[in-house]
């Protein structure tokens, strides 16, 4: 299973992104996906997260300005970012609450996570 993302940039104050992730491989199910960042010198921490059933959350710090969305035919989740602030500049990491997925010899794994490669997001005049 690979997680890709995209969409990662450098953009003024006030501008706009858009993070996609999409997760390939032959998933059978996925519970909950996000979007968590980690800036330099602190602490990963989650953005927002979609349930399966289309339930969202946000950190305070983003809500009103970041919407998430997800296709759940196509295993994707995206992360429209607005009004971004300097204090938005972190390497944005996509996750999956919950993955399961067969193997090569048809052998079912349920994860609880699973992680894609970070996109840069920087926030800059």
């Known amino acids: 299973v690979q997680l890709q993302a995209s969409g990662g940039g450098l953009v003024q104050p006030g501008g706009s992104l858009r993070l996609s992730c999409a997760a390939s491989g032959r998933i059978y199910s996925i519970s909950g996906m996000g979007w968590y960042r980690q800036a330099p010198g602190k602490q990963r921490e989650l953005v927002a997260s979609?349930?399966?059933?289309?339930?969202?959350t946000y950190v305070d710090s983003v809500s009103g300005r970041f919407t998430i969305s997800r296709d759940n035919a196509k295993n994707t989740v995206n992360l429209q970012m607005n009004n971004l602030k300097p204090e938005d500049t972190a390497v944005y990491y996509c996750?999956?609450?919950?993955?399961?997925?067969?193997?090569?010899?048809?052998?079912?794994?349920?994860?609880?996570?699973?992680w894609g490669q970070g996109t840069l997001v920087t926030v800059s005049s």
């Open positions: 996750h999956i609450d919950g993955l399961g997925y067969y193997t090569d010899y048809d052998v079912p794994i349920a994860m609880k996570d699973y």
């Open positions: 979609i349930s399966n059933s289309g339930s969202t």
